[in-house]
């Protein structure tokens, strides 16, 4: 059972969102690498496309990389800020995998096609799937502090 907001320790949940937040960015981009290798695709694309969200397209590829890091990393720590405070502490995993994959149609659907076409000329399939290792890595690494800490 969730505890109430108020009875949390403020700094262990910071503390959460933080080692969450990093596995989840550092891990999401995986299943869309190993598709763009196995198929060939070029590996940079996404990486372009995120970059192109904060600068022009005349940047180069070092600005369009750098520029992707800071759109990849606040992105997946703004929705972890979000959904640590929403996910049940049973099933977190599952909870934080069904709540990404709905993230990622909201992102790839709905935001992407109107605001970064880069984004949305991706394939769509290995960019949920990038969606869902969020919410996996996002959701395990909950799920151990948690279980950690009770």
Not at 3 to 30: E, F, H, K, Q, Y
Not at 58 to 86: C, N, P, R
Not at 111 to 128: D, H, K, R, T
Request: no cysteine; aromatic share 10%; glycine share 6%.
């Amino acid at each position: 059972m969730r505890r109430p907001l108020r009875n949390r320790n403020a700094g262990a949940l910071a503390r959460d969102w933080a080692v969450a937040g990093a596995a989840a960015t550092v891990l999401s981009g995986i299943p869309s690498t190993v598709y763009s290798m196995l198929t060939g695709a070029d590996v940079l694309a996404p990486t372009r496309a995120a970059g192109r969200m904060l600068l022009s397209a005349g940047a180069s590829e070092v600005q369009l990389v750098v520029a992707a890091a800071l759109v990849h990393t606040a992105v997946s720590f703004f929705w972890g800020a979000l959904l640590i405070f929403v996910l049940p502490r049973k099933h977190v995993a599952l909870w934080a995998v069904i709540a990404a994959a709905l993230i990622g149609v909201l992102d790839l659907r709905i935001i992407a096609p109107s605001y970064f076409p880069e984004v949305a000329a991706l394939a769509f399939w290995p960019q949920m799937a990038d969606h869902v290792m969020w919410g996996a890595s996002f959701g395990l690494a909950l799920a151990r502090r948690w279980r950690a800490r009770t």
